[in-house]
């Protein structure tokens, strides 16, 4: 009796053991997804981005980085219907929406468009993400840029492209009406404007854009050519 005692209490004690060894196993896989899931969150703090999940599947569970509010101003709230969809500017909420019905298809995101902040000013966002089928349903895992500075920047220049624009026709217009003959050339004394009196009187030609990038001596070869007489 003594002997299967004994024996009892060996296994016991070894089953003790490994049941130890299993808790201790178990916590430390705790830990080390606690220290991942604390690092991937530092890691999106620190994203200039804002980072969110979106359930296309119509449940809960949306997530959103704190950097929305540096963007957009609003507080990240969890399980926030809809984001700042609701606050898209009215030229671009079709272009949202097309880009929304064709993530099935594609299965991503990929649009630019405008949105309401906190103070009422529109802010430009590039989202981009990527749907995945989690036990929730369809999630969309995604991050919205602020690339509002960007297009400003491309309107602005836009805008002074279209202003030399506008001052190179009416430079040409006011040279081209009057009588003196008006030039400029560069260093290599390559024509860089000649104007419609120039042209007609001194170089042979009725195309104004014709002496661009061309010297004087061409056209005097060109009229002796025309007029070996003279």
């Known amino acids: 009796l003594s002997e299967t005692i004994r024996e009892r209490t060996a296994a016991l004690s070894l089953a003790v053991a490994e049941a130890n060894r299993e808790l201790a196993r178990r916590h430390e896989a705790e830990r080390q997804a606690q220290r991942a899931h ?7 703090q620190t994203i200039p981005a804002i980072v969110y999940s979106r359930n296309l599947s119509g449940a809960s569970g949306h997530y959103c980085s704190p950097r929305i509010e540096q963007v957009l101003g609003f507080p990240a709230q969890e399980d926030a219907e809809g984001f700042w969809a609701g606050r898209i500017h009215p030229e671009d909420l079709e272009t949202y929406r097309e880009a929304l019905r064709r993530i099935p298809q594609t299965g991503a995101l990929d649009v630019e468009y405008r949105v309401l902040d906190a103070h009422c000013r529109y802010k430009w966002l590039h989202d981009r993400g990527v749907v995945a089928a989690e036990n929730c349903g369809l999630v969309m895992h995604a991050v919205a840029t602020d690339i509002t500075q960007q297009k ?3 309107a602005a220049r836009k805008a002074m492209e279209r202003r030399s ?4 026709t ?3 217009l006011i040279c081209d009406n009057v009588p003196d003959m008006i030039w400029a050339k560069d260093l290599q004394k ?5 104007n419609k009196a120039l042209c007609e009187n001194l ?5 104004t854009d014709e002496p661009t990038g061309r010297t004087d001596l061409e056209f005097a070869q060109r009229l002796r050519a025309l007029h070996p007489e003279d």
């Open 170 to 172: 009416m430079l040409r």
């Open 190 to 194: 390559r024509y860089i404007f000649a």
């Open 38 to 44: 604390d690092d991937l969150q530092r890691l999106v």
């Open 203 to 207: 170089l042979g030609t009725s195309d």
């Open 152 to 154: 400003e920047d491309v």
């Open 165 to 168: 624009r506008e001052l190179v």
